[in-house]
């Protein structure tokens, strides 16, 4: 089977964490297991988000002020290489027999994509609102909720193309194990008949989503930090949802930051004929057999 699995960034950089490189490798690790035990009887192709390490790295950038901070598309290669090269050694030192290669990602955008006008994506730590509204105004972020904490928001733009697609293939198709459209991917779009950088960060679901159809995977997973789509969150009925079509997710009512993106990737996938489960990254494989997650598929639910 061909099985797309897609990490949430928080799983290298979780919530309340220290933003350091030995947590980001720590947790590396601790993915790199679920992921190798897929590897060893699917072929995987492995992506995931970097929302907290591109914030991070912004903030960085802003650090210094001899240079005008690097903009969003540099930041995300810069994550996109980092979180890729500690997921391709876990992998690496669990599969020492395998072949395993991540690869720089660049997922073509529209620049008239109506995100540009409305940023919604969060990156970075999470802030107190006070804090977050100060660094608003020092440094002309836009900032929003995200839970009961707020973050810094920059334009997430719909995914139209994957650039390096045809290498991805190969490298699949020779039994490669690839790292892959990380962070959504870098995002460019067309400029002088080639293709330039632009100021957003991709959403790493729906880019998954995306990947998935185009190198036709079987299986698209969605692992997260919780355990599927929950109805009635956050309240004594909460109850997982173990499996639905798309239309019923897509009814839902979501989160936006969280797992609003997941669903949609999820639909957007199994509207296509395939299947995508949304699950724990503790259960990836039981997820992969059905018996764990949120399962979609076209005319399934329950």
């Known amino acids: 089977m ?3 699995a897609a990490l949430g ?3 290298l950089l ?3 964490e220290p933003a350091e490189a030995g947590a980001q490798r720590v947790n590396a690790a601790a993915a790199a297991g679920p992921l190798a035990e897929l590897a060893r009887e699917h072929e995987l192709i492995v992506t995931h988000g970097n929302g907290p390490q591109v914030g991070l790295l912004a903030l960085q950038a802003e650090a210094y002020p001899a240079v005008r901070p690097y903009p969003l598309d540099l930041l995300g290669a810069e994550s996109e290489g980092m979180v890729g090269y500690l997921l391709d050694q876990e992998l690496g030192n669990r599969l020492p027999e395998r072949r395993i290669a ?3 990602t660049q997922v073509v955008v529209d620049r008239d994509d109506p995100a540009f006008a409305r ?3 969060p990156i970075g730590p999470v802030y107190e609102r006070v804090e977050a509204e100060r660094l608003a105004l020092e440094r002309g972020f836009s900032v929003a909720p995200d839970g009961e904490r707020w973050r810094r928001v920059v334009p997430s733009p719909e995914p139209r193309r994957i650039v390096e697609i045809g290498t991805i293939r190969l490298l699949v198709e020779a039994g490669v194990i690839v790292v892959c459209a990380g962070g959504g991917g870098v995002p460019v779009a067309p400029e002088d008949g080639g293709l330039s950088g632009v100021e957003a960060v991709i959403d790493k679901d729906l880019a998954a989503a995306l990947l998935a159809r185009e190198i036709d995977a079987d299986l698209l997973l969605l692992l997260t930090d919780v355990p599927g789509v929950e ?6 009925a909460a109850a997982l949802l173990r499996s639905a079509t798309p239309e019923l997710l897509r009814g839902l009512d979501l989160a936006s930051g969280s797992i609003g993106p997941k669903a949609e990737a999820a639909a957007r996938f199994a509207s296509g004929g395939g299947r995508a489960v949304i699950a724990g990254l503790d259960a990836a494989v039981e997820a992969l057999a059905g018996r764990a997650g949120t399962v979609v598929e076209a005319g399934r639910s329950g």
């Open 2 to 4: 061909r099985v797309v």
């Open 119 to 121: 940023p919604s994506k």
């Open 102 to 104: 991540t690869l720089l």
């Open 9 to 11: 960034g928080n799983a």
């Open 14 to 16: 979780r919530r309340g």
């Open 231 to 236: 109805l009635d969150r956050g309240t004594p």
